[in-house]
């Protein structure tokens, strides 16, 4: 059987699905997965097993510029592609009505979220079959469910496991003392604030920690600057793509992230990581998955998050995977 899922972005959402993949393929040994996503996430599902094709979309590069890809036969060149396999079904993972206007691109049963699950309920009627989960879980779990009842197996009882093999990444060497600092993300209140971040580089370094600070653009270039400016154990990391992060990530003992997809993907690859959330709740999209800690402001934004209280969750989350 072959099937292809959409879930086009973000970078967050897409690894949500990677556990629902896993559960599929022990289900269905002879399943194959092709997956539709944003060009600029493509990495992530070529990285589980069992994704055969990537197909990217540049959808939100096309919506700037909508009749340059028609001109230029972009659009058409990806209607081809969808049409060159054939799929037994396909499952709308994103629950958009974007998503699923992609999805009907293909000549297959499409499956999606009922009115009541999805984010965007008009996109449930153009679905073939619906399923329906509760918006109260986790969206990882939400996904396994999804997927279970699409392909017929059993939602399986084991904590969800996201298929990404270490060794597929060539890991840099581990770093005992070393935390990844993912400081940036789009939205501005999301941001935690420097001073803290420079308070909380200052003790670890008083420690014997290393800090690594990735970045995607420009802003969160000159940010990571400024909160290692005078730091001797801070290092600003050359420009990455997402494998290598991944490589970052998989050479720390921890990391320290903001409500961000890269995030995520520590805790894709079990990388003991704090979140913090300042007003956003992570109860149904926070970071999944073992040594986990998630730090919120309950309402007062970042005034309960001190950098005093990060480390020491820092601290617990290090020792308890070292007990």
Not at 93 to 99: D, E, F, N, P, T
Not at 121 to 141: C, D, G, M, T
Not at 271 to 291: A, D, F, I
Request: glycine content about 6%; aromatic content about 8%.
């Amino acid at each position: 059987m072959r099937v292809l899922v959409v879930k086009t972005s973000s970078l967050g959402d897409v690894i949500h699905a990677l556990p629902a993949l896993t559960d599929a393929v022990c289900a269905i040994p002879d399943l194959h997965f092709d997956w539709m996503v944003e060009e600029a996430f493509q990495e992530v599902p070529s990285w589980h097993p069992a994704v055969q094709q990537v197909i990217p979309v540049g959808l939100r590069r096309w919506r700037k510029q909508p009749w340059q890809a028609i001109r230029n036969g972009q659009w058409k060149q990806f209607r081809l592609r969808l049409r060159r396999q054939r799929y037994d079904r396909v499952i709308d993972a994103q629950g958009l009505l974007k998503s699923v206007c992609l999805a009907r691109l293909v000549p297959a049963p499409c499956i999606g979220l009922d009115r009541r699950s999805a984010r965007e309920p008009l996109a449930s009627w153009f679905y073939q079959e619906v399923v329906r989960v509760s918006k109260k879980k986790h969206a990882v779990q939400r996904i396994r469910e999804l997927f279970a009842a699409a392909l017929h197996y059993a939602v399986p009882v084991t904590p969800a496991e996201y298929g990404l093999p270490r060794r597929s990444f060539s890991p840099l060497p581990f770093g005992k003392k070393r935390v990844v600092f993912i400081h940036g993300t789009t939205q501005a209140d999301k941001l935690w604030p420097e001073t803290c971040w420079r308070q909380l580089c200052r003790k670890l370094g008083e420690e014997g920690y290393e800090i690594r600070l990735p970045w995607g653009n420009e802003n969160e270039r000159l940010r990571a600057q400024r909160i290692a400016a005078g730091h001797t154990n801070a290092q600003v990391l050359p420009r990455t793509t997402l494998k290598d992060l991944a490589r970052e990530l998989l050479a720390a003992r921890a990391v320290v992230a903001v409500d961000t997809g890269p995030g995520h993907l520590a805790a894709a690859l079990s990388v003991p990581t704090v979140s913090l959330y300042g007003r956003t709740s992570s109860q149904l999209v926070g970071t999944y998955g073992e040594n986990q800690v998630h730090l919120s402001g309950r309402g007062t934004g970042w005034l309960d998050l001190s950098p005093e209280s990060v480390y020491e969750s820092l601290e617990n989350c290090v020792a308890k995977l070292a007990a």
